[in-house]
C-alpha cells in the first residue's frame, strides 16, 4: 500500500505517522508546504512556500508544488489530507476526485473549530474571539462542504471535533487520536523532594493558550509559593522538548477546552499537565485521564495544589506517561488507519450503492443519511 501525506504537517503529525506507518510495511510518503523550526520534519519533503516575496519567485514555487502534488498523487494508492483547506484553489481536491483514489481528509483544529459553536459552552474562547476577531475567521462550513463535494471522508483525532461537523455534510466521520512516537521520548518523572519545582508554559499562540491567566495566575502565587517558570514561545522544538523533560509541572492551555499536543509530549516526559478541559467533554475522555483540570478562574488555586504536593506531582507523571503509552502510541494509531485505508480501498473498487460494513473507527452523525450501513 502506498499512502501520500500532504500538504501540511500541522503539529508534526504528517511526519509522525509517516514515520510509524512505514515501521509496519506500509510504503508511505510526506509532501508539505512551510518548514516550521517548532515542528518535527523528519522523513517527509517539506517545501519552502513564502521564500522571497518577489513574483517571479511566488510564480515558480506555485508551480514547482503543483508538479511535485500531482506527481506525488499519481504515485500513491490513498491520500490523507492533513487540514481542512486547499493549497490551489480547489483544483488539487479536483484532481484528487478525478484520479479516483481514496481520500481522507483529517482536520486538526481551528481548520474545523467555528466560533459560534465553540462559544456556546466556553465562555473563555468567546472572550477570546470578541478580543481577537481576526481569530474568529475560520470557515468550518464552506470547507466541510468543499471536501466532501469531493469524495473525502472525514477524520477526526481526539474527542472534541466531531461538535463541529455539520449535520448533513459528511454521513459520520472516522476517530482514531493524535500520535506520538513514543520511542522518542524518554519519561523523567518529576523529584517529589524538590524544593523550587520548575512549571513551564509554552504557547504556540499566546491568547488561544490563556497565557495572559497564566502569566496572572503565576504572579499571584510567587507571593507564596517557592517555585521557577520558564515560558517558551516559538522556540525551536529541540530546545523546547529539552526545557520540558526537566520541568515538574507543564501548563498547558486554558482557552480552547481540550489538550493540545504540546500537553501530551509533555505526558510522554513523564510530566504532571494541567489544562482546561471544558465540561462537555469531560466524559468522552477515558477515566484514566491524568490532566489535572483547571480553568482560568481556579487556575492558581489548582497549581497551588500540585506545588504544595511533590509526592502527587511524582504520580501524576507516572499516570501521565502511562496513559499516553495506552492511547496515543503512533504505531498503535498508525495500524487503525491502514485499516482505515483498507475499507476505503475496498469501498472504492465495490459498486455504487453496494451495502458498506463499516469498522470499528466509523462515528455515525445523528441522523445522517446511511448511518446504519
Known amino acids: 500500500m502506498k499512502v501520500l501525506h500532504l500538504p501540511f504537517n500541522t503539529a508534526s503529525q504528517a511526519s509522525i505517522t509517516v514515520r510509524a506507518q512505514r515501521a509496519l510495511g506500509v510504503e508511505a510518503r510526506g509532501l508539505v508546504r512551510n518548514f516550521s523550526s517548532i515542528q518535527d520534519h523528519s522523513g517527509i519533503e517539506t517545501m519552502d512556500w513564502f521564500g522571497k516575496p518577489n513574483p517571479a519567485g511566488r510564480l515558480l514555487r506555485g508551480i514547482r508544488w503543483r508538479l511535485k502534488m500531482t506527481r506525488a498523487m499519481a504515485w500513491a494508492d490513498v491520500l490523507h489530507w492533513h487540514w481542512g483547506d486547499t493549497t490551489w484553489r480547489g483544483m488539487d481536491l479536483r484532481l484528487a476526485a ?21 462559544s456556546r459552552d466556553n465562555p473563555f474562547i468567546a472572550r477570546m474571539y470578541k478580543q481577537n476577531p481576526a481569530l474568529a475567521g475560520c470557515r468550518s462550513k464552506p470547507a466541510q462542504r468543499l471536501f466532501q463535494r469531493h469524495g473525502f471522508e472525514c477524520l477526526l483525532p481526539g474527542v472534541e471535533l466531531c461538535d463541529y461537523l455539520e449535520a448533513g455534510v459528511f454521513a459520520g466521520y472516522y476517530q482514531t487520536r493524535q500520535r506520538l512516537p513514543l520511542e522518542n521520548f524518554t519519561p523523567r518523572f518529576p523529584n517529589p523532594h524538590k524544593p523550587r519545582p520548575l512549571l513551564v508554559h509554552a504557547p504556540s499562540a499566546k491568547s488561544k493558550k490563556g497565557t495572559e491567566a497564566v502569566l496572572s495566575a503565576l504572579d499571584k502565587l510567587a507571593k507564596t509559593h517557592p517555585f521557577d517558570f520558564k515560558l517558551l514561545h516559538q522556540m525551536p522544538r529541540s530546545q523546547a522538548l529539552q526545557t520540558v523533560a ?3 509541572v507543564f501548563l498547558d492551555q486554558f482557552t480552547i477546552g481540550a489538550e493540545g499536543l504540546a500537553a501530551l509530549e509533555a505526558m510522554a516526559l513523564g510530566k504532571p499537565v494541567v489544562c482546561f478541559i471544558k465540561p462537555s467533554l469531560r466524559a468522552r475522555y477515558p477515566d484514566s485521564l491524568p490532566i489535572v483540570i483547571a480553568d482560568q478562574n481556579s487556575l492558581a488555586e489548582t497549581v497551588a495544589d500540585l506545588l504544595a504536593d511533590g509526592q502527587r506531582r511524582h504520580e501524576l507523571g507516572v499516570r501521565s506517561r502511562r496513559y499516553v503509552e495506552e492511547y496515543h502510541d503512533a504505531r498503535h494509531i498508525a495500524a487503525e488507519l491502514i485499516d482505515i485505508y483498507k475499507e476505503l480501498q475496498s469501498r472504492t473498487r465495490a ?8 469498522n470499528r473507527h466509523w462515528r ?5 443519511e446511511g448511518e446504519s450501513k
Open 351 to 358: 459498486a455504487a450503492g453496494a451495502p458498506v460494513s463499516r
Open 98 to 118: 478525478w484520479l479516483r483514489k481514496p481520500r481522507l481528509v483529517e482536520f486538526w483544529g481551528d481548520d474545523l473549530r467555528d466560533p459560534e459553536t465553540a
Open 246 to 248: 526537566g520541568c515538574d
Open 364 to 368: 455515525p452523525l445523528p441522523g445522517a
